[in-house]
């Protein structure tokens, strides 16, 4: 395995920009899940997927926010008109997904892509 | 909703000194637990994970963990920590398998000293 990987590592824009994140799971992992981390805190969950559709999205998800995985590989994180509380650490994870008892593994996290909003 | 608490914000160890690092959950039943670390800047890596069975578990780096039912916790253990142990740890559980949403502890920051 090559590893989750996410560009860009870092994004300074300013406010009121669009700007777009990608994340590139493990091949073949089913499931790949999109997380927000501000500073001293625990990454929090935004969004995910298995496959092409996205199961779960969670309150902190406003409408500003959009997520897509359009053919179940790699997977998009927008956000429009940024504000500065969106500044944090965007982390992305992909997990299997085990088939014969559901339960499935453990996620596999990227190194993250940090956001700053002047 | 399931809930993790790690009491300890920054726990400083000697080199060469023993580690635990608590961490307590809310859910009702057995949820899937998880220990993570961080190094600055970087992503998450996985240490250990516990799902069923032999309540110790064994992990990476020399790391493990005890799944105590009665207390709720899941505390990180090491018996030797070396400077390369210091980051940021973070507990998490997820209640119906390891590949649904987790949810995270605020985390322990160890420092290491000679």
């Known amino acids: 395995d090559t590893g989750v990987s996410q560009d860009p590592r870092h994004k300074i824009t300013k406010r009121g920009q669009n700007v777009t994140f990608r994340c590139d799971p493990i091949?073949?992992?089913?499931?790949l899940y999109w997380y927000r981390q501000t500073l001293g805190q625990g990454p929090e969950f935004l969004t995910y997927f298995q496959n092409e559709a996205q199961l779960e999205k969670s309150r902190l998800l406003s409408d500003r926010f959009s997520a897509e995985r359009p053919k179940g590989s790699f997977s998009t994180l927008e956000i429009q008109r940024t504000e500065q509380g969106d500044s944090a650490m965007y982390l992305c994870?992909?997990?299997?997904?085990?088939?014969?008892?559901?339960?499935?593994?453990?996620?596999?996290f990227g190194p993250g892509t940090r956001l700053t909003v002047l | 909703a399931q809930s993790v608490t790690q009491p300890d914000i920054h726990i400083t160890v000697s080199e060469g000194a023993s580690l635990e690092l608590r961490c307590n959950y809310s859910y009702g039943a057995t949820p899937y637990l998880f220990w993570y670390v961080q190094s600055p800047g970087q992503g998450l890596q996985l240490l250990l994970k516990?799902?069923?069975?032999?309540?110790l578990v064994q992990g990476i780096k020399g790391f493990e963990a005890e799944f105590k039912r009665s207390q709720s916790s899941f505390n990180l253990r090491k018996p030797s920590v070396h400077w390369s142990d210091a980051a940021e740890y973070f507990c998490?559980?997820?209640?119906?398998?390891?590949?649904?949403?987790?949810?995270f502890g605020k985390g322990t920051r160890l420092s290491v000293i000679a």
């Open positions: 998490a559980v997820a209640p119906y398998s390891g590949n649904t949403p987790l949810v």
């Open positions: 516990y799902f069923s069975g032999d309540t």
């Open positions: 091949s073949e992992h089913n499931r």
């Open positions: 994870a992909s997990s299997p997904l085990e088939v014969t008892s559901g339960r499935g593994k453990a996620q596999f």
